[in-house]
């Protein structure tokens, strides 16, 4: 088996598809649906698999836009993760609609390589990475169990193979005081406005003295009724974020402490509910991203392994790689000056040249496939280093 010709033959297949693929990634982008709201984005995309001959099981994990295509028989088992959820209000700023096309891409280049190679290649749709970390309930549900390398390539700015990911947990808060006339009867009032400004303040105090990498953000959502009235209730959300899982717990008591030293000092009562999932920090895994690398600079695109802005958010593919080896390639379709997550990023994935971008990202994804499939001990190198990396 000539491993290059096979690479070769898997990158025509996504060539083949182009006009439809871009339907598809256009489809997706001009109809934005917003977390686990996704149903045409989850539709189209499973009518696109099956046509090309995935058998898919629709409604995973309890979301009924989450999906699994499979193809092949048996290990290894390669997998590709499609996100397509969209922004409120902002659409396809954070170029889902490419990614969801780019995963199905690679998928369906890969069947070439299971049809010569054995094994079997699945693609999971998974709902929500904006809002409500869609891949960190199925993680929960044992939906990826079993798999042996998971893939996939995020839209961004710049070129690089290895995501940094902050573990991240979402805190609702909200704050009971008593109404009463803020002129006529303050004395009679208990402000829960004064209890959410003065955690504000000691949450800013905290900031100071935590580790890097740390973040601690939040908005008031409810700041009371009427300035004549003494606020009874106020209400605000935060994200908290840490490098890793161990010092997100030891962050997390540090900031409840800011909202319960605010009710003490102003009599209002405190309720909060920490999100029942939450964002594990990204253990990528370099020994296939240095095969992502090799067959993007096969294809002519030099990327480098890391990033020079060490910067970053939150991914629930950061599950993931908890407990598979995982890449999460971001791939540039934009200059540095157009922002993730704005409107100008959304209206860059909606064009043909940034679609060409990340179909390359997909014939790499794919060629790495090749590489996992055609060598068992590529494969237990993968498996060694993501061992060895759990344990460290
Ligand atoms: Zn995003
Ligand atoms: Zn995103």
């Avoid at 033959?9 to 686990?36: F, G, N, Q």
């Avoid at 995501?163 to 805190?171: E, K, N, P």
Wanted: glycine share 8%.
């Amino acid at each position: 088996m000539d491993i290059g010709k096979l690479k070769d033959a898997v990158a025509r297949e996504i060539d083949k598809r182009y006009t439809p693929l871009s339907e598809l990634s256009r489809k997706i982008h001009d109809s934005p649906e917003t977390a686990m709201k996704e149903r045409r984005a989850s539709g189209w995309l499973t009518d696109f698999l099956k046509k090309d001959g995935f058998s898919v099981v629709k409604g995973v994990a309890g979301m009924p836009t989450a999906f699994r295509g499979d193809y092949g028989k048996g290990k290894p088992v390669i997998a590709f993760l499609a996100e397509y959820d969209a922004l409120p209000k902002i659409g396809h700023g954070c170029g889902h609609n490419l990614i969801a096309t780019c995963s199905t891409a690679a998928a369906i280049a890969t069947k070439v390589a299971v049809d010569k190679l054995g094994g079997s290649v699945i693609i999971f749709g998974t709902p929500a990475e904006e809002a409500d970390a869609g891949k960190a309930i199925m993680v929960g549900k044992g939906v990826f169990k079993g798999l042996d390398a998971v893939m996939m390539a995020h839209p961004g700015v710049r070129n690089y193979v290895l995501t940094s990911a902050l573990a991240c947990q979402t805190l609702e808060v909200e704050f009971f005081g008593r109404a009463s006339h803020a002129a006529a009867n303050p004395e009679g009032g208990i402000n829960a406005l004064e209890a959410m400004i003065l955690s504000f303040n000691a949450i800013d105090a905290l900031r100071q003295h935590v580790k890097e990498k740390a973040r601690i953000h939040g908005i008031i959502t409810d700041g009371g009724e009427a300035p004549n009235v003494v606020p009874a209730h106020t209400a605000a959300t935060f994200l908290v974020r840490a490098a890793d899982d161990e010092y997100l717990d030891i962050l997390k008591e540090k900031v409840i402490v800011c909202f319960a030293g605010a009710a003490t000092a102003t009599g209002a009562e405190l309720k909060y509910r920490w999100a029942d999932v939450r964002y594990e920090p990204m253990l990528n895994n370099v020994t296939m991203a240095k095969l992502f690398r090799m067959n993007m600079k096969s294809l002519g695109h030099d990327f480098p392994l890391s990033s020079e802005d060490e910067r970053s958010g939150s991914l629930d593919a950061g599950n993931v790689s908890q407990l598979v080896p995982v890449i999460h390639p971001t791939v540039a379709i934009a200059p540095l000056d157009v922002l993730v997550h704005s409107e100008g990023f959304a209206e860059v994935a909606a064009t043909d040249a940034a679609l060409r971008i990340m179909l390359g990202a997909a014939k790499a994804l794919a060629m790495t496939a090749v590489d996992l499939l055609a060598s068992p001990q590529t494969l237990a190198g993968v498996r060694a280093e993501f061992q060895k990396s759990k344990k460290s």
